[in-house]
């Protein structure tokens, strides 16, 4: 039993999906962060670490934001537009360390919506992650995606496993 543990452990650890005796699936792999800092931006404030986003480009998200879509690729623009919306309304005028405008921990910018957004931004690249207490953007990172018969949920975390920023993704 303890070299079954083992396997699943090392499987998913290099991103081979892989299911423990509860049908639980585990699956990760690494990105590439951006370690630019952006200017002027957003800072969202997660569990040991800020995400930094630019200003102008949750800007452009939100300007193109039509309601009268056709397409799903506008739907989706639409969504991502309101989501940015969210953010930069709840955007503060008090400063993180780095400069960024924050958004206080709790407040109307921590919907759902928002966190959907944010992840998607660290997800692309578009957006930087400082760990708390570090003056320099994280260069990598783990996506891990959890799935169970009932839900899924995905994980951002540091390369050392401690994740940052944890959200459902579906459930049944």
Not at 153 to 169: E, I, N, P
């Amino acid at each position: 039993m303890g070299i079954g543990i083992l396997m699943i452990g090392l499987l998913s650890v290099i991103g081979v999906p892989v299911a423990d005796a509860k049908g639980v699936s585990d699956q990760g792999h690494t990105i590439v962060l951006s370690t630019l800092m952006p200017a002027p931006c957003i800072s969202f404030k997660a569990d040991g670490a800020r995400i930094l986003m630019s200003r102008s480009a949750l800007e452009e998200l939100r300007s193109k934001a039509d309601p009268a879509y056709q397409t799903e690729d506008e739907r989706l623009a639409l969504i991502a537009g309101n989501r940015a919306g969210i953010l930069l309304e709840a955007a503060s005028t008090t400063l993180d360390p780095s400069g960024c405008a924050d958004i206080e921990q709790g407040g109307t910018g921590y919907t759902n919506d928002a966190v959907y957004l944010v992840a998607q931004l660290v997800q692309d690249g578009q957006a930087a992650v400082v760990r708390d207490g570090r003056s320099l953007a994280e260069s990598t990172i783990v996506v891990r995606d959890f799935n169970s018969e009932l839900m899924g949920m995905r994980s951002l975390q540091f390369a050392d496993g401690k994740a940052f920023l944890t959200f459902q993704t579906w459930i049944r």
